[in-house]
């Protein structure tokens, strides 16, 4: 699905039910305000059956590259030190992902979906019955 290649930075101000997701996941305010202030780019290379995501937080110290293989479970550490396993499948022209981060006896799980909407690619995370979507602009 070539039109998720490129790169893409988050509208600030998009966010759509924030606090509540954040919430259901068990997030902090202090990370949520974090969120809400930063400026993230992520980029997407779609290459047969594998998707390349880099994704970036600007004024913060990480960046992380994944490599995903459709159907295929990776593991790796999040941002906040989690150890993760992530999957991806196509779902039409959209791309579903689930999720799973474990940290100091907390399990967590989640999916997300994204899918192009004019020049934006929109991202909705749901936990449980709680969504949340964002949206990103490709630069």
Not at 98 to 115: F, I, L, M, N, P
Request: proline share 1%.
């Amino acid at each position: 699905m070539e039109k998720f290649n490129g790169k893409w930075e988050l509208v600030t101000g998009s966010y759509e039910n924030l606090e509540a997701f954040s919430e259901k996941m068990g997030v902090l305010k202090e990370e949520v305000e974090m969120l809400k202030n930063a400026v993230m780019t992520t980029t997407i290379k779609m290459e047969g059956n594998k998707q390349r995501m880099t994704l970036e937080c600007n004024g913060e110290p990480m960046k992380q590259e994944l490599c995903f293989t459709e159907g295929e479970p990776l593991e790796y550490k999040g941002f906040e030190g989690s150890n993760m396993t992530s999957d991806y499948k196509w779902n039409g022209d959209r791309i579903a992902e689930k999720h799973k981060a474990e940290k100091d006896g907390t399990t967590r799980e989640w999916t997300v979906e994204r899918y192009i909407e004019g020049d934006m690619m929109v991202a909705k995370s749901t936990k449980d019955d709680v969504s949340m979507t964002y949206k990103m602009k490709k630069i």
